[in-house]
């Protein structure tokens, strides 16, 4: 009871973080709404060369889960570097329930919020041009297993910022990597599998080009490798994070900055 | 270690329990030790102050028993549960108030501070009615829907010690709970723990303040370079120094020189010390341990009388806490 509890109270202090920083919240919502604009009126200027498909529809999508995975991917280490700064991470540490439940109820409020805004931003513009994109429910299918494999990079990144407090750098380099690798034909570089953007992208395509219903699809080999990958990836993620996590406190490095 | 005698256990319940505790930290292939084979224990609703210099380690122990820092050698029990094997359990039935700002989040209010943190623990919903009772008593009551950062560092301090007690925990780690604090805050801080005090938790308090520990602390736990020094109860302590102390005040009327006076007296006894001195009356403290030292001082007297500098108070000297732990930081009692 005691994990729900805290796990409703951490959603809500997310939301309150929100209210808190109302500048930082507001040009986000506008920075978003212009990218989205833009991309609906057709202006391709977000490099469309990134996505597969050449279609407004695709570089739509292409964005929004390409934003999901960069969202999602620094969470954990951008949540350890603010917890250092501001000096609560050490009492994170001491708290009874346990230092990764508490990475674990952030990640999870945090995606739920994103993508809250995410649906909300995107209908409000759909409403307001009167011009619609039609999105595929196992979209969400292919979302949620692209993200195991993005919180098993952010669990290393986070465990990495745990040893080195800032790594700002390598998450721009880690980043760029996973947008490049987008664009490289799977035929070429069947690795792409372990890369979430892509993994998801190829999958939103497939599911496009062949009208998988949720049996078909489950059944593919691309949706069954990319599953056990991103779940490999995950775990990956979790050795490496527990790891950093007993590095940092057999330096005794927890809090410094 | 041990330069007075250990407290002896009573049998009572011990909440933590730490044995040969050792921490060795390697800069450039160099082995420092930061903890060298301390050994304590805090029973139940006793108050026991960790006292040394900046360095001394005291923050150290407290990351260890945390299970902040991993420590080389030793055993803790906290709880009667083993860290850091059984770190989840144990931390159930402990409260803790880090030292510095770094335990609430400034952009939320008290309350939400307060419902925040209390969710991390392994206890019921909170009860309202406790929560408003305790914001009273830290005397924050009108101030629970105010943002944390717009709260004095005091009235952070208070939050900080009233979200521990709220938490309902068996022992209470408190690491500097004075530091940066005003005079006017200090004081609140001490009396809002001496009123802690008088109830059944156990405290742990890590802290160069000896105002703070002398207030509040059944037994003092003293460390110096990582070592420990002193395991002792305050009043054990204090009786030690009274024994032996005596302050001598006379007054300069022909003024004399100092320096010749100081001469003379240091030359012909050497365990004074001259303490302080204006223009008119010097202070002496003479340090009775032995037989001579207690002649010195007769044969001081006889010193001024001959002369003819008046002595105008010869007492024993209530001796000052921090002094007493200056003392012993100096290594004074050893020799």
């Known amino acids: 009871m005691r994990y729900v509890r805290f796990f409703i109270f951490s959603f809500y202090k997310e939301l309150l973080n929100k209210i808190r920083y109302p500048i930082n919240t507001v040009f986000g919502i506008i920075g978003w709404w212009v990218i989205f604009l833009l991309l609906f009126l057709g202006i391709n200027i977000f490099g469309p060369s990134l996505f597969e498909g050449d279609g407004q529809v695709n570089l739509i999508k292409g964005y929004i889960l390409w934003f999901m995975v960069m969202a999602n991917l620094q969470e954990i280490s951008d949540f350890i570097s603010e917890e250092t700064k501001i000096g609560t991470i050490s009492f994170l540490f001491v708290q009874p329930i346990g230092f990764s439940w508490i990475v674990f109820a952030k990640v999870i409020n945090k995606f739920i919020i994103i993508s809250l805004e995410l649906v909300i931003i995107l209908f409000a513009i759909m409403l307001s041009i009167d011009k619609y994109v039609v999105f595929n ?4 299918v292919v979302v949620l297993v ?5 919180w098993g990079w952010a669990l290393i990144l986070g465990g990495i910022s745990l040893l080195i407090q800032k790594i700002d750098s390598i998450v721009s380099i880690i980043s760029i990597t996973f947008s490049l690798i987008a664009v490289i034909p799977k035929e070429k570089f069947y690795l792409k599998i372990i890369f979430p953007f892509s993994y998801g992208m190829d999958l939103i395509y497939s599911i496009d080009a062949n009208m998988y219903s949720i049996m078909q699809l ?14 490999a990836i995950l775990l990956f993620g979790l050795f490496v994070f527990s790891l950093c996590k007993k590095t940092a406190i057999r330096k005794g490095i927890i809090g410094y900055y | 270690m041990d330069v007075l005698n250990r407290a002896e256990d009573i049998g009572e319940e011990i909440v933590l329990s730490i044995d040969g505790l050792s921490k060795r930290y390697y800069k450039t292939k160099k082995m420092t030790f930061a903890l060298k084979d301390i050994s304590f224990r805090v029973r139940q609703g006793e108050i026991v102050g960790l006292l040394g210099a900046n360095g001394a380690g005291k923050t150290t122990i407290i990351k260890c028993l945390t299970g902040l820092v991993k420590y080389d050698s030793g055993e803790i029990t906290l709880n009667s549960f083993k860290i850091p094997e059984q770190q989840k359990h144990a931390l159930n039935d402990v409260a803790i108030v880090l030292e510095g700002n770094r335990n609430l989040y400034w952009r939320l209010t008290v309350m ?8 991390l623990r392994k206890m019921g919903k909170p009860d309202e009615k406790s929560i408003d009772e305790m914001l009273k008593r830290v005397s924050l009551h009108n101030d629970k829907h105010t943002l944390v950062e717009k709260l004095s560092r005091g009235m952070q301090q208070k939050l900080n010690i009233a979200i521990a007690l709220l938490c309902k925990a068996k022992l209470i780690i408190l690491d500097e709970p004075t530091l940066g604090l005003n005079i006017i805050a200090n004081h609140e801080i001490v009396k809002l723990l001496q009123e802690i005090k008088l109830q059944e938790n156990s405290i742990l308090v890590a802290s160069h303040d000896m105002s703070l520990i002398e207030s509040i602390v059944d037994r003092v736990v003293l ?23 005596y302050r001598m005040c006379v007054e300069n009327k022909h003024n004399t020189t100092l320096q010749r ?13 001259i303490d302080g001195t204006n223009e008119n009356m010097w202070q002496f403290i003479i340090n009775i341990y032995d037989k001579s030292s207690r002649e010195n001082a007769i044969e001081l007297m006889s010193y001024f009388l001959a002369n003819d500098i008046d002595i105008e108070k010869f007492e024993r000297e209530t001796p000052d806490f921090q002094h007493i732990v200056s003392r012993l930081l100096s290594r004074e009692l050893e020799s």
């Open chain 1, 137 to 140: 429910k196992l979209y969400v």
């Open chain 1, 218 to 231: 489950i059944r593919t080999r691309e949706f069954i490798m990319g599953t056990i990958s991103s779940l």
């Open chain 2, 112 to 119: 939400e501070n307060i419902r925040y943190f209390l969710s």
């Open chain 1, 146 to 150: 692209s993200m195991l494999s993005i």
């Open chain 2, 223 to 245: 460390i110096k370079n990582g070592g420990m020094l002193v395991d002792t109860d305050v009043k054990s302590l204090r009786q030690l120094f009274t024994s032996t102390a």
């Open chain 2, 261 to 273: 006076i100081i001469d003379d007296i240091t030359s012909k006894y050497g365990s004074i010390v």
